[in-house]
């Protein structure tokens, strides 16, 4: 059976009815790529400890699409990855956004691969403006890295300036999804390959060079991770 756009949408079925009694701070953190069997003790320590005694884990939970645009627009909206085409076209904006925005909540929006490269501004972030695309930098780590570094820095601006003020936090890491790992990073996933290069895969390819260094890519993101934990 195939999969079919879909032509068009009645979303939501019934007007959103929101009446909070309060407007807690919102932080969201995606890894691109990132494997369930990589969340653990010693691939993840600082995102499993912080999460092992009191986080809540869905192991039931599964994606509504097979690549980073449909899923997390599948995530996001809570709509299968067949829609994005029909939201993408009409930039049908998100009620999670439209409905923070209508709360006056300072918006924090940061990825390091560029969000116009997977339609996120057309879909999920079609309703803001200005957007921050992406991060400078030459390769998924340092724009990682990058990303962090400014992020953090922009909570510190907020909350010296609006600290009255709701915010939404979203930092979206793109180094394993690239295989990205920099020289002279801890990486206890060996052996490892040092690179991924696709021309260069083949029938002799060794699969576990290339699963540990995506590993040591998860492990390398939740070094960053933790300066936002803490």
């Known amino acids: ?3 079919h756009e879909a032509s068009e949408l009645e979303w939501p079925r019934h007007p959103l009815q929101c009446h ?3 407007s807690p701070n919102i932080m969201l953190v995606m890894i691109d790529s990132w494997r369930s069997d990589e969340y653990d003790a ?3 320590p600082n995102i499993h400890a912080a999460l092992s005694q009191s986080g809540r884990r869905y192991t ?3 994606s509504g699409g097979n690549s980073t645009r449909t899923g997390v627009m599948s995530l996001f909206y809570g709509l299968t ?3 994005n085409a029909y ?3 009409t930039q049908t904006p998100l009620l999670l956004v439209t409905e923070m925005q209508r709360q006056n909540y300072a918006l924090g929006i940061f990825a390091a691969a560029s969000l116009d490269s997977v339609g996120f501004d057309r879909t999920v972030f079609s309703s803001v403006s200005p957007l921050r695309m992406g991060t400078p930098g030459d390769t998924p780590h340092e724009r990682d890295a ?4 400014d992020w953090l820095a922009w909570l510190d601006q907020h909350e010296r300036t609006e600290h009255d003020r709701p915010w939404f936090g979203m930092l979206f890491y793109d180094a394993p999804h690239g295989y990205s790992v920099p020289e002279g ?3 206890p996933f060996q052996p490892s390959a040092s690179e991924m290069n696709y021309l260069e895969l083949g029938p002799d390819t060794d699969p576990a060079l290339l699963f540990n260094l995506h590993r040591n890519a998860v492990h390398y993101d939740d070094q960053l991770i933790k300066r936002v934990i803490e």
């Open 185 to 187: 990073a801890d990486m």
């Open 42 to 44: 010693r691939t993840t």
């Open 87 to 89: 939201i993408n076209n």
């Open 1 to 3: 059976m195939s999969a």
């Open 20 to 22: 909070p009694q309060s």
């Open 60 to 62: 039931e939970h599964y």
């Open 81 to 83: 990855g067949n829609y």
């Open 146 to 149: 990058r990303m962090t570094s």
